[in-house]
């Protein structure tokens, strides 16, 4: 199994490179698995009903939704923990603290140590595909870290390591 990613060329329209084209990289996301499906799958894989699975599934969830609401922050068993966390407005007096400084509610979510290393030893392949979308090239990596290029022999320097943008925004290739 690898995970997917394209490199589409892009005109930077800020930042140092405003006014140029650069590959900019982004995971390839495949379909969303409905709630049913991973309960099947979970069942197959467990050896228990799916009616068994379904309720199990829905009392961890409630578990997980009253201990993480009370400030808990809760073990997701083989996947890390989560706990609900706020981002809020400062103010500099005391008496200015009011609840509708809170702008928004979140979700944090910490990976467990053996998910982390089993995404860093998963393959990549990047398809990379010029500024009028037709595919020019094609990457893939054969262990962790490393790149290589399907068209030369030379492992890729580019640095790639994955990284933690998540937030939407995404680092051009080559820097």
Sequence with gaps: MALKVKAQEKL???????????????????TSLSQDKVIKEAALRSGVSKGIMQACWDAAGEVIKAWAT?????????????????????????????????????IIFTPAVD?????????????????????????TSTDPGTVEDNENTQPSTGGNTGGGNQGGGHEPIGD
């Design 70 to 106: 009370e400030g808990h922050s809760v073990a997701l068993p083989g996947l890390g923990t989560m706990r609900f966390g706020i981002r809020a407005k400062s103010v500099a007096k005391v008496d200015e603290v009011k609840a509708g400084l809170v702008t928004s509610r979140r």
């Design 115 to 139: 998910l982390k290393e089993e995404l860093a030893g998963t393959a990549i392949q990047i398809t990379c595909y010029d500024r009028d979308g037709k595919e020019v090239k094609r990457v």
């Design 12 to 30: 930077q329209k800020i930042g140092k490179y405003e006014g140029t084209y650069r590959y900019i990289m982004m995971p390839e996301l495949y």
